[in-house]
C-alpha cells in the first residue's frame, strides 16, 4: 500500500508513511490566485492500492472538495483500491433531517465519497457510529481514547476518573476504552442541547471524584460548553485538576478561553484537526489497523 497525502494532512500522511515503512507518492497540489485547486499526481499508480490521507477540518467543504479530485484523479488513472483515512469525517452530526427541510449531510456527503471511487474508509472517534451505515463500502471507525489517556498519564495525571460528558452510546464507549486503557475507572454526566438556541444543560450528578483528577473524554470541542459544565461540576465536587482530551478539538468561537475559565488544566487533541492543542498525532492508530502481521 502507498500512501498519499491530501493538503489538509500533510504531516499525519508523513507520520503514517513513517509508520508504514513506505514512502509517500509524490503528487502536487496547489491553489491558483483565483483560489480554485489543481492536483497533479507526479508517479504511476496503475494497479496500486493507495491510502488517501485527509482529514475533513474546517473549512470542511473545500478539504472534501480536495479529497474528491484527488481520489477521482487516482480511480481514472486506475488503482486498484482507494483507501481513505479521514480522522475527522465532517458533517457526521447532521445524520438525519432533525428539523423538516434540513439537508441529510452526513448520507450526502457518504454518496458523493462513494461516487468518486473510494473503496473503503477509516475515521476516528465519528460522532455518531450510524453515519457509517450510509456506505455501501467497508467503513471503519478507531478510537484516539487510549492514546490520549497515555498522553496524559506521561504529563503525570494520577488515577484520573475518566468522565463522558454526555451518556450517547459512543461517549460512553469511548469512556470505557479510555479508563480500560490506563486502568481506572469511569462515569458519565447526561447533557441536552436546545435544537434552535444551541444552550447546552447538563445535569448535576455527584461522580467519585472528590480529591481526585479527572480526564473528560470527548469526540468534539466546538464551542466547548460541553466540557466546561463538565468542568465546572466536577470542581464543584472536589476533583483535584480537570483536564481535557478530545480526538476532534475544532475550537469554534473562543472554546479555549471558555474552558480556561471553567477551571480546566489543559486540553488536548489529536492531528485530526491540526491547530493550537493537537498533540496528539493519530498515525499509529491507521497504522496498526493497516500493517501486514
Ligand atoms: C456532542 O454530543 C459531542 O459529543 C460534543 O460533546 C459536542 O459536539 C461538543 O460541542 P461543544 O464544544 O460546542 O459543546
Redesign the pocket.
Known amino acids: 500500500m502507498r500512501v498519499l497525502s491530501g493538503p489538509s494532512s500533510v504531516k499525519l500522511a508523513e507520520n503514517i508513511s513513517l509508520e508504514l515503512k513506505t514512502p509517500l507518492i509524490k503528487a502536487q497540489f496547489k491553489r491558483f490566485p483565483d483560489g480554485e485547486f489543481y492536483f497533479r499526481l507526479l508517479e504511476d499508480v496503475k494497479n496500486e492500492d493507495i491510502l488517501v490521507v485527509q482529514s475533513l477540518p474546517p473549512p470542511q467543504d473545500q478539504h472534501i472538495l480536495e479529497l474528491i479530485y484527488i481520489v477521482e484523479t487516482c480511480r481514472e488513472l486506475e488503482a486498484r483500491k482507494i483507501t481513505v483515512y479521514t480522522p475527522y469525517l465532517a458533517y457526521s452530526?447532521q445524520d438525519r433531517r432533525y428539523l423538516s427541510g434540513e439537508a441529510v449531510s452526513s448520507r450526502i456527503l457518504a454518496e458523493t465519497l462513494q461516487r468518486a471511487g473510494v473503496s473503503e474508509l477509516y475515521t476516528v472517534d465519528i460522532?455518531n457510529l450510524g453515519v457509517l451505515s450510509y456506505y455501501r463500502i467497508p467503513a471503519y471507525n478507531l478510537t484516539a481514547a487510549d492514546e490520549i489517556m497515555r498522553y496524559f498519564l506521561s504529563k503525570g495525571v494520577e488515577k484520573p476518573l475518566v468522565v463522558a460528558?454526555?451518556d450517547?452510546e459512543a461517549?460512553l464507549k469511548r469512556a470505557e476504552v479510555a479508563a480500560k486503557a490506563v486502568g481506572t475507572d469511569y462515569d458519565w454526566f447526561e447533557?441536552k442541547r436546545d435544537r434552535y438556541t444551541g444552550e447546552?444543560v447538563t445535569a448535576e450528578k455527584t461522580l467519585n471524584v472528590s480529591g481526585r483528577d479527572a480526564v473528560i473524554i470527548?469526540?468534539?470541542?466546538?464551542?466547548?460548553?460541553?466540557?466546561a459544565n463538565a468542568a465546572r461540576i466536577l470542581k464543584k465536587q472536589g476533583a483535584r485538576r480537570v483536564y481535557v482530551g478530545v480526538t476532534h478539538a475544532l475550537l469554534?468561537e473562543n472554546?479555549l478561553e471558555r474552558l480556561r475559565e471553567a477551571g480546566i488544566e489543559e486540553v488536548v487533541g489529536t492531528d485530526s484537526i491540526p491547530g493550537p492543542v493537537s498533540n496528539i498525532t493519530t498515525a499509529p492508530i491507521i497504522a496498526r489497523k493497516l500493517k501486514p502481521i
Open positions: 452530526r460522532h460528558p454526555d450517547e461517549a447533557k447546552i470527548d469526540d468534539i470541542i466546538s464551542t466547548g460548553g460541553t466540557a469554534a472554546a
